[in-house]
């Protein structure tokens, strides 16, 4: 298996280089970015920023069961019946906490280093993997659901707690971006686990207030929390405002909102028209 691609200390340690933490970006990470198509940057947010999180997202969880009933997302291809996974959409009209948090400077000012000075959310999603069941990700490419015509598309998974492999932890294929759009094996686009184990993948074991980007090109998947504790993130997509897109796939209420810098195009970028 391949080591793991970071501690979870003060420094990163992608490709054995080591990093400074607290959201610091510099040259080599972008470039090791384009090349390896994933960043694992520690100490974005603090252990106690990231307990705050964790809390806000536990307690948006219960409310969401209590009022309407929470949705399972688990994928076709992995369900068993016996994982489960607890999410929600568009966070930022439910808890101002994390409206601030994809404004806040140290996180939207690394997507503006790997995407560009004007940084707009696409989407963004709160995963609760539960203790001892949460559910798998198959590996698959992120592009099948909302494919742009410049692949600006980067995914940012906030970690509001340990991320390990007994926990499920993402887990990526280097360098698998420049492959391009890989043909899916089955209709919820994930690949073939022949091809891809995801035991083979390089996991992503992150802290708590760590962030990992990767392009919507990277394949990448999860494995089974089997731990005894839940494990919490948001799964933030952003883009370059003019990058247009090239379908009407996977509307969201916040998508357009800008988090970096401006729209030059002043939303005049729309999918096509059938």
Known sequence: ????????????????????????VSAEQVHFY???GYLLVPGVFSPHEAE?????????????????GMEDPTWSTVRTGRTTIQHCHDV??????????????????LAQ????????????KMFIKPPEKGSPFPMHQ?????????????????????STEEKG?????????????????????????????????VPCVAGPGDVLFFSYLTIHGSGINASNSARTTLLVQM????????????????????????DPSCGATQPPTA
Not at 12 to 17: D, L, R, V
Not at 52 to 68: C, M, N, S, Y
Not at 142 to 162: C, E
Not at 241 to 247: A, C, G, K, R, V
Request: net charge neutral.
């Open 239 to 262: 883009r370059d405002p003019t990058d247009q897109p090239l379908d009407h796939q996977h509307k969201s209420r916040g998508q357009g909102m800008m988090l970096a810098g401006i």
């Open 34 to 36: 384009r090349d390896q």
């Open 113 to 124: 280093a790997l995407i560009g000075p004007n940084v707009q959310l696409h989407h963004n």
């Open 92 to 109: 930022q009209f439910y808890s101002a906490l994390f409206c601030g948090l994809m404004l806040d400077p140290r996180f939207t000012g």
């Open 142 to 162: 992120d592009y099948y659901y909302f494919p742009h015509r410049h692949d600006s598309m980067i995914a940012a998974i906030v970690h509001f707690d340990a």
């Open 1 to 24: 298996m391949t080591a793991a691609c970071t501690d979870t200390k003060a420094t990163n340690t992608n490709g054995g280089q080591s990093w400074p933490s607290r959201g610091a």
């Open 52 to 68: 705050t999180f964790r809390a806000e997202a536990q307690a948006l969880a219960q409310r969401i069961e209590k009022l309407r």
């Open 169 to 201: 932890c993402v887990r990526v294929v280097p360098g698998s971006h420049k492959l391009g759009p890989l043909k899916p094996a089955a209709s919820d686009n994930s690949l073939s686990a022949d091809e891809y184990p995801i035991e083979k993948a």
